[in-house]
């Protein structure tokens, strides 16, 4: 059974940095791509950020020059690190494992219960 369990969200002020993290269970992790989304309320949920098992990664216009995606292989763990957070940024943040080759739009693969980031002004 797939588990993809997010951590490290929560409450931070404009400007400040946050790392979720993912840690995965139940897949081949060395072999999926990894990708980080949101859905803010009322909008649609959203690619963030993704890494393919090369390590190729892939970001929102939005998210480019703050935020890393990275993964550790050996910890079956893929990481988000935030910087410079805007309250455009107020979302939950999901965490994606699909096959490598899957697009980043696409809902296939296998999704986490989400962690709540909230940015305030």
């Known amino acids: 059974q797939v588990q993809l369990v997010e951590s490290g969200g929560g409450l931070v002020q404009a400007g400040g940095s946050l790392r979720l993290s993912c840690a995965a269970s139940?897949?081949?992790?060395?072999?999926?791509?990894m990708g980080w989304y949101r859905q803010a309320a009322g909008k649609q949920r959203e690619l963030v950020a993704g890494v393919t098992v090369l390590g190729a990664t892939n970001y929102a216009e939005s998210v480019k020059g703050r935020f890393t995606i990275s993964r550790d292989n050996a910890k079956n763990t893929v990481y988000l690190q935030m910087n410079s957070l805007v309250p455009e940024d107020t979302a939950v943040y999901y965490c994606?494992?699909?096959?490598?080759?899957?697009?980043?739009?696409?809902?296939?693969?296998?999704w986490g219960a989400g962690t709540q980031v909230t940015v305030s002004s």
């Open positions: 139940g897949i081949r992790f060395s072999i999926n791509a």
């Open positions: 994606s494992s699909r096959p490598n080759g899957v697009p980043w739009t696409s809902a296939d693969g296998s």
